[in-house]
């Protein structure tokens, strides 16, 4: 169990926890300055990844980051999801909660896909209601990220932006400002990345998400395993102009490399954005 809790501070560039790098952690004990945790890893107690986390959390902050939610589902939510959820929390002490602005379940049936919604009033409303919801039950402000996207709906009556300063305003969240997915989504579907990005409340933005996708020609795809693409790190510096000093963190999910390669992109971001704010 947690016996350090005075690290609860998250600054700086920090990278997601893998557990391909777990026995390089413990051996390195690297100076990172957090970790985010794919917190639907760890609901299950008794396990060996629980286990590893409560050790890790004594010596690096933390925050959870989940992909279960399903903030944006028709579904009622999933109360026996969030108990876990805020059983953990208790137990971790994570800096902060984050979700994505999404749907990943319906009818009961997991997607594992992170699911783009209509931009209307009525799922404004919907969204606002079930985020006030979570955020009354785990006692605290959670934190939303912005999706990427490869479709559009007929019936949508905003823009994305407009979208995502609605539901922030309307239920008192707060952002992760997911830059590569929004580059991601301007490719594809053919909007200025600077507009969205400067629209975004920069007061309300709690972390930075950054990440690889791949070309697939027809659209670019948010997979999480290659290195930040030199156009994303352009637009990483003028979110920094935007939002200022938050922390910032290095997502790499699949073709994981070493823990040492990912160290190496955290501390690009991280001398990035000491240039930029200096």
Request: glycine content about 4%; some cysteine.
């Amino acid at each position: 169990m947690i016996t350090n809790y005075s690290f609860n501070k998250v600054q700086g560039c920090g990278i997601g926890l893998r557990l391909e790098h777990f026995e390089d952690i413990n051996a390195q004990q690297p100076k990172i300055p957090w970790f985010e945790i794919l917190s639907d890893n760890y609901l299950i107690e008794g396990t060996a990844q629980r286990n590893y986390l409560y050790q890790l959390r004594n010596n690096y902050p933390v925050t959870f980051h989940g992909v279960g939610l399903s903030i944006g589902s028709t579904d009622p939510l999933n109360m026996d999801y969030l108990k876990r959820l805020k059983k953990l929390k208790h137990e971790v002490q994570p800096a902060w909660v984050s979700d994505h602005l999404c749907w990943t379940s319906a009818h009961g049936i997991v997607t594992h896909d992170l699911i783009p919604l209509p931009y209307t009033e009525t799922v404004v409303k919907h969204i606002v209601d079930r985020i006030k919801q979570v955020q009354d039950f785990l006692g605290e402000q959670i934190v939303i990220e912005n999706v990427s996207s490869y479709l559009q709906f007929k019936s949508t009556e905003m823009s994305e932006w407009n979208f995502i300063n609605e539901i922030i305003r309307q239920s008192d969240c707060r952002l992760l400002l997911d830059v590569n997915n929004i580059y991601v989504s301007a490719q594809n579907h053919k909007f200025d990345a600077e507009e969205y990005l400067f629209a975004m409340p920069a007061e309300r933005v709690a972390e930075i998400h950054l990440a690889g996708y791949e070309d697939r020609g027809t659209h670019l795809l948010d997979t999480h395993s290659r290195p930040v693409t030199p156009p994303v790190w352009d637009l990483f510096k003028k979110a920094i102009q935007h939002v200022g000093h938050v922390p910032v963190l290095i997502e790499w999910d699949n073709d994981i490399p070493s823990l040492e390669r990912v160290i190496k992109e955290a501390n690009k971001a991280k001398s990035i954005q000491q240039g930029v704010i200096v």
